[in-house]
């Protein structure tokens, strides 16, 4: 049973071997909205790993754990890869540490989260451009079937926006 720093597992009782602090993968993924077999795989990448395991060896997770999940369930869309998920959660754990860190290392830390911040206003705004033209080019396809010879446009149903 590993723990990985963040306290010890305490169980719930001996038919379960869960507590009220600890989730198995089914109720992480429906929380998060991730399958697990990619909750598996974001632990076999070391980005998120479970904070300890029933006696059984199911993988078990705390509210922190989700919080991980859904931080790099929100860095996947803006394009971040693995490695730099992991290096603004290993930047993340260290501020948020037990431990607090000298002053230097906390501002070279604070940097390191001031440019991903950067990175992902940049990356949102070339979203909303892709997102844009996405949408000119619907409107230019509605357009045109609204030009088609017999063609009814006032049932069609409009475009859905995610």
Same mark, same amino acid.
Request: no cysteine.
């Given at each position: ?11 719930k009782g001996r038919d379960s071997g869960v507590d009220d602090k600890h989730m198995q ?5 429906? +929380?998060?909205? *991730?399958?697990? /077999? ?6 076999? !990448?070391?980005?998120? %790993?479970?904070?300890? @395991? ?51 290392? +906390?501002?070279? *830390?604070?940097? /390191? ?6 990175? !992902?206003?940049?990356? %949102?705004?070339?979203? @909303? ?6 949408e000119d080019f619907a409107a230019t396809l509605r357009a045109r079937l609204g030009r ?15």
């Amino acid at each position: 049973m590993r723990s990985h720093g963040r306290g010890s597992p305490r169980w719930k009782g001996r038919d379960s071997g869960v507590d009220d602090k600890h989730m198995q993968i089914g109720e992480v993924a429906a +929380r998060t909205g *991730l399958s697990p /077999r990619t909750i598996r795989h974001y632990e076999e !990448t070391g980005l998120v %790993i479970p904070s300890a @395991r029933s006696q059984g060896g199911f993988r078990l997770y705390t509210e922190t754990d989700v919080a991980r999940l859904m931080a790099v369930r929100r860095m996947k869309p803006l394009g971040f890869t693995l490695d730099e998920m992991r290096g603004l959660l290993d930047a993340t754990d260290r501020l948020d540490a037990a431990e607090p860190v000298d002053g230097i290392e +906390r501002e070279a *830390l604070l940097e /390191r989260v001031r440019a991903y911040e950067q990175t !992902t206003a940049r990356k %949102i705004e070339e979203l @909303r451009l892709q997102l844009a033209r996405a949408e000119d080019f619907a409107a230019t396809l509605r357009a045109r079937l609204g030009r088609a010879p017999g063609e009814d446009t006032s049932t069609r149903a409009p475009a859905a926006h995610a």
